[in-house]
């Protein structure tokens, strides 16, 4: 099955912390691809008001830009779609000594569920290990090929992300894909993006819903990408923290999208 492909570069992981599941310093591949559900309005929402790739969010571009040399940053175009063994081809190419995993990102990687299924197998079947980072909602998706995702960060949306008129109804899904991802044995852990719009009334349900979930959680303040989305306060970001610490089981902790304060890819 072929898809369609945004970019494919290497580079360094800059979110996740130091939790179980998450691949942050590490050198990866990111193989993003192209479409998103939720910026779709699958969910009745907008498309998060942080998001940072929105020109990702398109389902069908013509052309996927792919990295001429490892982490040099110069791109050339090539037509989508794109066979799994095409993507295999560019990260044969982009590989270096230090590589730890391959990023499935996006977009939304499970909006495109089958060639996501094929790109996985193949990419395990030649030896790689698998991150996938996914907004959580598509879980019905997740049993046919969990089982090829070695790491996988699952987005937490919170009410005022905008991604969802029902944000319960988006929860519940995302919860459903940390359990999936559980039963299939891959590391996952859960990020919370949060803005100075960010209530704590919401992280305290986000929380009671990983109560009996031992997955470890990060908060993550907003990279602002205008002027009307700001972070939150130091003293709100430590009460979002301590909520979700006293009422679930994981390790919580902070984290910042450091490939953007350092400016890389
Ligand atoms: S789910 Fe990700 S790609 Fe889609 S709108 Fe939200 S941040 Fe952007």
């Not at 490892?70 to 044969?92: A, C, Q, R, Y």
């Not at 060639?115 to 996938?132: I, N, R």
């Not at 972070?231 to 994981?250: C, I, V, Y």
């Amino acid at each position: 099955m072929s898809g369609y492909i945004y970019e494919i570069f290497s580079s360094f992981q800059g979110e996740g912390a130091s939790v179980a599941g998450s691949a942050y310093g590490l050198r990866q591949i990111f193989v993003r691809m192209a479409g998103c559900n939720i910026a779709a309005k699958e969910l009745g929402g907008t498309q998060c008001v942080w998001c940072d790739t929105k020109d990702a969010q398109i389902f069908d571009p013509e052309h996927a830009r792919i990295e001429e040399g490892p982490g040099n940053g110069k791109f050339f175009l090539i037509k989508n779609p794109m066979t799994p063994e095409d993507v295999l081809g560019h990260i044969s190419r982009l590989s270096t000594p230090d590589l730890h995993s391959i990023s499935i990102t996006g977009g939304e990687p499970l909006s495109q569920d089958d060639f996501c299924l094929d790109l996985l197998a193949l990419l395990k079947s030649e030896g790689y290990k698998t991150y996938l980072e996914s907004n959580g909602a598509r879980p019905d998706v997740l049993p046919r090929f969990a089982k090829n995702i070695d790491y996988a960060c699952i987005d937490l949306k919170t009410k005022d992300s905008k991604a969802a008129f029902d944000w319960r109804l988006l929860l519940e899904l995302e919860i459903e894909s940390i359990k999936q991802l559980l039963i299939a044995g891959t590391k996952v852990y859960a990020k919370i993006v949060v803005t100075s719009k960010t209530e704590l009334e919401d992280i305290i349900i986000i929380a009671d819903h990983m109560a009996n979930l031992d997955v470890p959680v990060i908060v993550q303040p907003v990279s602002p990408p205008n002027d009307n989305i700001k972070r939150p306060d130091w003293e709100t970001l430590t009460l979002f923290t301590e909520a979700l610490a006293e009422r679930t089981m994981g390790i919580v902790a902070l984290s910042y999208q450091v490939h953007k304060m350092v400016g890389y890819l």
